[in-house]
């Protein structure tokens, strides 16, 4: 089993930058990829980005590709989602998820239910 626990959301202003971070409780988090999704209020989860365990590879929606980028240190059993030019839209809670793939499929992605474990989520709302 593998414990998500989320942190650095909060309120930002529009164009403005946070940073989340994802600990893991699981020692083999290196063998895990993680990915971030958010849900907004009457919307379907939606994925963010990934990052593989394999080669450290990353995949984003098109609608944060550019403005987010995502990482990972092993050592310290966390990911990362660093959020610049933040908009509007981007308000929603966002979710770590981990899972660890079969090494015959590719280890990015963006389906939720391709992923085992989440987190609770943290809060992140951009103002105008």
């Known amino acids: 089993q593998v414990h998500l626990v989320e942190s650095g959301g909060g309120l930002a202003q529009a164009g403005g930058s946070l940073r989340l971070s994802c600990a893991a409780s699981?020692?083999?988090?290196?063998?895990?990829?993680i990915a971030w999704f958010r849900q907004s209020p009457g919307k379907e989860r939606e994925f963010v980005s990934a990052i593989s365990w394999r080669d450290g590879s990353t995949l984003y929606s098109d609608s944060v590709k550019g403005r987010f980028t995502i990482s990972r240190d092993n050592a310290k059993n966390t990911g990362y989602l660093q959020m610049n030019s933040l908009k509007p839209s981007d308000t929603a809670v966002y979710y770590c998820a981990a899972t660890s793939p079969p090494p015959h499929i590719s280890p990015l992605r963006r389906e939720s239910g391709d992923y085992d474990y989440w987190g609770q989520g943290t809060q992140v709302t951009v103002s105008a």
């Open positions: 699981e020692r083999a988090f290196n063998s895990y990829t």
